[in-house]
């Protein structure tokens, strides 16, 4: 069964730091696509961004919006993806959530909440 | 704003058949597949349907896809109250280099 579970979300004050990560079991991690998306309180869904895998290039996009400030990493010997989220804004404010595309599914995680404020 | 036009709501009575749209450009809808996915309250996002009017394994033949030009529609029969929930669109979009979702649609079974 497919398991993507995302974890280090919190409270940050405006112009901190947090790091997501997202353990993904029951598939093969490192040939998989992985992309964040989130989704602030009450609204609708945003894309994130997306990395490749490595045999694929192991290209990583970003939206214009945290391009800059957010990095995407993963760590295919330990099956995680990472959001590193520097200088976050109140804007930031959403539930994260790690997703598998694939081309005939796409798997969600549960997502993990990341407040911005002072 | 959103890239991809939804309308905010819908609704119908169980057993009518609702249509909820996706306006979208040639960089998006006009040259990708779109994706429907649909979010149950406290829950993540549920593929709904794939490469414009595919349903994974699972997906009731109630919900339909399809895509003309720029534009995109889900079609929902036989209206149940489980599916009360919000409806969003997705595509790739090759001129912002990202995904792009619609604003998303709440849709209410009266």
């Known amino acids: 069964e497919v398991q993507l579970v995302e974890s280090g979300g919190g409270l940050v004050k405006p112009g901190g730091s947090l790091r997501l990560s997202c353990a993904g079991s029951?598939?093969?991690?490192?040939?998989?696509?992985m992309r964040w998306v989130r989704q602030a309180p009450g609204k609708g869904l945003e894309w994130v961004g997306r990395?490749?895998?490595?045999?694929?290039?192991?290209?990583?996009d970003y939206a214009a919006p945290v391009k800059g400030r957010f990095t995407i990493s993963r760590d295919d010997s330990k099956n995680t993806l990472y959001l590193q989220m520097n200088s976050v804004k109140t804007e930031d404010t959403a539930e994260y959530y790690c997703?598998?595309?694939?081309?005939?599914?796409?798997?969600w995680g549960q997502g993990t909440l990341v407040t911005v404020s002072s | 704003q959103s890239v991809l036009t939804q309308p905010p709501s819908a609704s119908g009575t169980p057993g009518q058949r609702v249509t909820i749209s996706c306006s979208g450009s040639?960089?998006?809808?006009?040259?990708?597949?779109v994706n429907w996915y649909q979010q149950l309250p406290g829950t993540a996002p549920k593929l709904l349907i794939y490469s414009n009017n595919q349903r994974p394994s699972g997906v009731p033949d109630r919900f339909s896809g399809s895509k003309s030009g720029t534009s995109a529609s889900l079609a929902i029969s036989g209206l149940q109250s489980e599916d009360e929930a919000g409806y969003y669109c997705a595509a790739w979009d090759g001129s912002l280099i990202g995904r792009v979702f619609g604003g998303g649609t709440k849709l209410t079974v009266l």
């Open positions: 029951g598939f093969t991690f490192s040939n998989a696509w």
């Open positions: 040639s960089s998006n809808i006009g040259s990708n597949a």
């Open positions: 990395i490749k895998s490595k045999t694929d290039g192991g290209a990583i």
């Open positions: 997703t598998w595309p694939g081309p005939t599914f796409d798997y």
